[in-house]
């Protein structure tokens, strides 16, 4: 078996799809984008491509070696997103020749289904608490928010008291037993979360993700004992050896790699290994498309310390288009009592609806994050 050509898809509402075609008619695809920065990916998936014309796709681990090692410089979102998809589409493949879901290939599942958590919150959270209790009406035992607008190094305390009014509504709102995510963001400098630490202990929080950006991460030496609240983080991390360090030293309890920027499924199985031997918890992040959660959920099915998986159904990106929308066998998806199930189909589990993906790929998008400014005029982070 040869791959014969790699297609790229800019899709509304912010994704970017990869198929790739071989000389024995098996496609195989994945979602290989960074949001914001989608046509860059698709650029450097061009570049990646030519290695890989004429090979047998089937190599998974040698291709994901050269394409990685083989360009002498490497690592980095957009690198990693065009690697990343690649190699789910790889995966597609080998699953879909040999007749066998991912998960087959890698060992076969530790579970049959995983907890997943909604999005409740904005790019500025108002009305969550309404949006938790329909989330938990609707079978979702674990919700996520933003925790803040945007803080300056050293802010007031209203900003703060804020947050907490916010995180007090939606407690209320689901009572004791719901898992409730607060997502700084990166939005959070350290100073401000030291107050925050201190102040969202009572609310009982399933996770603190990105409490600080994960360039600070030496932050964390400092806020991790003014709380109870384990700590997430990895969203921005892209290989096992960015994560090498945040293991080592041990002030993280949750990682969150995204199989569609660290590398795809390869490099991730191996992140979430590393994480296992530091006794510290996989919740894989994925606000993205169908073929990123079903990439992810392959990887939650056999990775042991996986515990909870982002996906984003209904998600307030996601105007234009949803998560369903791009699929024929949207059932695969099963959500029932706070879960979702882990696909057992050949390859990823889905049927890409390749028809209505050329229809969207024509409008395409030009998804950018907001840009924030501060009331003095400097840039706030998003």
């Known amino acids: 078996m040869k791959i014969t050509r790699l297609t790229t898809f ?6 970017c799809f990869l198929k790739i075609e071989t000389d024995e008619g098996i496609v195989g695809w994945g979602e290989p984008v ?25 190599h998974i681990e040698d291709h994901w070696t050269v394409l990685y090692r083989g360009g002498f410089y490497r690592g980095g979102g957009i690198h990693m997103s065009a690697l990343a998809g690649i190699d789910q589409a790889l995966w597609d493949i080998k699953g879909k020749a040999l007749g066998v879901p991912v998960s087959e290939l890698l060992g076969g599942c530790v579970r049959d289904r995983i907890k997943v958590y909604s999005w409740i919150g904005g790019d500025r ?11 938990v009406e609707r079978g979702f035992s674990a919700v996520k928010m933003n925790g803040t607008e945007e803080l300056q190094y050293v802010d007031s305390f209203d900003k703060v008291e804020r947050c907490l009014n916010n995180v007090a509504a939606v407690r209320e709102a689901v009572g004791p037993n ?82 569609s920027h660290s590398g795809g499924i390869t490099e991730t199985r191996k992140i979430a290994a590393m994480a296992e031997a530091y006794d510290v918890a996989l919740a894989l992040h994925c606000p993205l498309g169908p073929i990123a959660l079903a990439a992810n959920l392959q990887l939650d099915g056999v990775c042991y310390n996986a515990f909870i998986q982002e996906q984003s159904l209904g998600i307030h990106y996601n105007a234009s288009n949803d998560l369903l929308d791009y699929v024929s066998n949207g059932e695969v998806f099963a959500y029932q009592d706070g879960m979702v199930a882990i696909p057992q189909g050949p390859g990823l589990g889905i ?15 030009r998804w950018r994050n907001p840009v924030w400014r501060h009331k003095d005029g400097s840039f706030a982070e998003w």
């Open 10 to 15: 800019i899709v509304p509402p912010r994704w």
């Open 34 to 58: 960074l949001e914001g920065r989608a046509h860059t990916v698709a650029a450097a998936i061009e570049e990646l491509g030519d290695y890989l014309i004429g090979k047998d796709p089937r």
């Open 125 to 135: 959270p108002s009305e969550t608490a309404a949006a938790a209790k329909a989330a």
């Open 178 to 259: 719901v898992g409730i995510g607060v997502d700084f963001h990166g939005r959070v400098h350290k100073p401000m979360a030291k107050v925050l630490f201190k102040e969202l202990e009572p609310y009982r929080l399933m996770f603190i993700e990105e409490p600080v950006l994960s360039e600070h991460y030496e932050a964390l030496k400092e806020l991790a004992h003014l709380s109870s609240t384990p700590i997430a983080l990895g969203e921005r991390l892209y290989s096992r050896w960015d994560f090498k360090r945040v293991l080592s030293e041990g002030y993280v309890d949750i990682i969150q790699p995204d199989p």
């Open 351 to 365: 049927e890409v609806n390749e028809a209505y993906v050329r229809e969207r790929a024509a409008e395409g998008h």
